[in-house]
């Protein structure tokens, strides 16, 4: 019992002793005028008062843009073999939208239908500003011509879309969850804005492994406004990610215009908020989406993130039961005078790249590769029961499937 009062008796005379210091610390500090004792440890958060200017903070930001029409395809490193590709890509994701709201009408394809028409310039001119199969790609639930753009077969994609086993996904993911390990296709996400955190994870793993790879992360102007995005974006600035992000801008989110629904209508410009630079981009010429990619994802591959607006615009409504009634008159007339598909054509024919002719038969190919993948839809089986519990968790023996 004395050896245990001892030892309390010892620590009441630590308790004055630490008392005592700290009065003396705190007189230290007094005398120093500005908080902090002068043998404090130095840091960032003791090296400077808490002093408020008394004049005006006035900064002045520059973004960069990238508009239609400026830009030839030697300005985006693109020769004619990639410069029908890029056709044979957008016209292919057309073709297959359009089929897939017929085939939606015939009851093939239930549940939600994205259809992506008139924003193929966004998908093909990302896929060929970046490393494909080695940088990773993330987006929302508009996600198949992003899908058929970085190499996605047919077949295996509208299978998805029909439930079938063949699926991309096993026929369990349908529209708005196209993935694709071969592709570094990470989905297609139903939750607005919910995968941007994902995305930047996807870009800390690449950093933390060392990898010299990048993560573009697609959302829609709708998802701005989820706080997920800005959470994502302050850790991508914070530590350095190569993450850049995307807004595919389509001027509605449902049926909202942006400046309904945002108070900053400038989308680029939440980037002022991260510290990190921005880009408005048109999304209606492939060249220009290519070039702002390549770009932001060299600026990535160095440490440094970045937001994208790419303004486009979807010809359809937000989903296969929405008939756009919101639209002014004339306003789809007008955005389709733009159309990067018909933009692209031109130059092709314009530049002596392509014919007419030749563009017209790559089409009829296309149309039929389309029709080609609905009956291997049709033809292909739901999947078994059995698979139920199958593709739920990567570790095949996880204790909870048993």
């Known amino acids: 019992m004395a050896s245990s009062n001892e030892?309390?008796?010892?620590?009441?005379?630590?308790?004055?002793?630490?008392?005592?210091?700290?009065?003396?610390?705190?007189?230290?500090?007094?005398?120093?005028?500005?908080?902090?004792a002068d043998d404090a440890p130095k840091g960032p958060w003791t090296e400077q008062s808490i002093v408020i200017p008394s004049d005006p903070i006035t900064e002045e930001y520059t973004f960069d843009t990238y508009p239609a029409d400026a830009y030839t395809h030697d300005d985006v490193d693109a020769d004619a073999d990639e410069l029908v590709e890029m056709f044979r890509s957008m016209t292919l994701q057309r073709r297959f939208e359009e089929r897939c709201r017929q085939q939606y009408q015939k009851q093939n394809i239930s549940g939600f239908l994205h259809l992506?028409?008139?924003?193929?310039?966004?998908?093909?001119?990302s896929v060929h500003g970046i490393r494909l199969g080695e940088d990773s790609v993330i987006t929302?639930?508009?996600?198949?011509?992003?899908?058929?753009?970085?190499?996605?077969?047919?077949?295996?994609?509208?299978?998805?879309?029909?439930?079938?086993?063949?699926?991309?996904?096993?026929?369990?993911?349908?529209?708005?969850h196209f993935f694709s390990e071969e592709q570094r296709?990470?989905?297609?996400?139903?939750?607005?804005?919910?995968?941007?955190?994902?995305?930047?994870?996807?870009?800390?793993?690449?950093?933390?492994?060392?990898?010299?790879?990048?993560?573009?992360?697609?959302?829609?102007?709708?998802?701005?406004?989820?706080?997920?995005f800005h959470e994502a974006l302050n850790l991508?600035?914070?530590?350095?990610?190569?993450?850049?992000?995307?807004?595919?801008n389509n001027q509605y989110a449902m049926g909202t215009a942006v400046d309904r629904a945002s108070s900053q209508p400038d989308l680029f410009k939440q980037a002022l908020s991260y510290d990190m630079p921005a880009a408005l981009v048109s999304g209606m010429d492939v060249f220009s989406?290519?070039?702002?990619?390549?770009?932001?994802?060299?600026?990535?591959?160095?440490?440094?993130?970045?937001?994208?607006?790419?303004?486009?615009?979807?010809?359809?409504?937000?989903?296969i039961s929405d008939p756009a009634a919101y639209r002014k008159e004339g306003e789809l007339d007008d955005r389709k005078s733009e159309d990067a598909i018909v933009r692209l054509?031109?130059?092709?024919?314009?530049?002596?790249?392509?014919?007419?002719?030749?563009?017209?038969?790559?089409?009829d190919e296309l149309q039929q590769v389309v029709l080609d993948a609905i009956d291997f839809a049709e033809e292909s089986d739901f999947p078994d029961e059995s698979e139920l519990y199958d593709n739920v968790y990567a570790q095949d023996d996880y204790r909870f499937l048993n």
């Open 7 to 36: 030892v309390v008796d010892e620590s009441n005379a630590q308790d004055a002793t630490g008392d005592a210091a700290a009065e003396d610390t705190a007189s230290d500090a007094a005398a120093s005028g500005n908080g902090v």
């Open 116 to 125: 992506y028409i008139g924003q193929e310039a966004v998908s093909t001119g």
């Open 140 to 176: 929302a639930y508009r996600d198949h011509g992003l899908g058929l753009a970085m190499g996605m077969q047919p077949g295996p994609a509208m299978a998805e879309l029909f439930g079938k086993a063949t699926g991309s996904s096993r026929g369990k993911g349908g529209s708005m």
């Open 185 to 228: 296709l990470f989905g297609g996400h139903g939750i607005v804005g919910a995968h941007v955190p994902v995305g930047a994870g996807i870009a800390f793993a690449h950093k933390y492994r060392g990898e010299d790879n990048v993560c573009l992360c697609f959302l829609g102007d709708g998802a701005v406004n989820q706080g997920a």
């Open 236 to 248: 991508a600035s914070l530590y350095d990610l190569p993450l850049v992000t995307i807004i595919e």
């Open 289 to 319: 989406v290519k070039k702002a990619v390549h770009d932001h994802a060299e600026m990535a591959r160095n440490g440094q993130p970045s937001l994208l607006e790419i303004r486009t615009y979807r010809y359809q409504g937000h989903s």
């Open 345 to 363: 054509q031109r130059y092709l024919v314009a530049n002596d790249i392509a014919t007419e002719d030749e563009l017209d038969a790559i089409d």
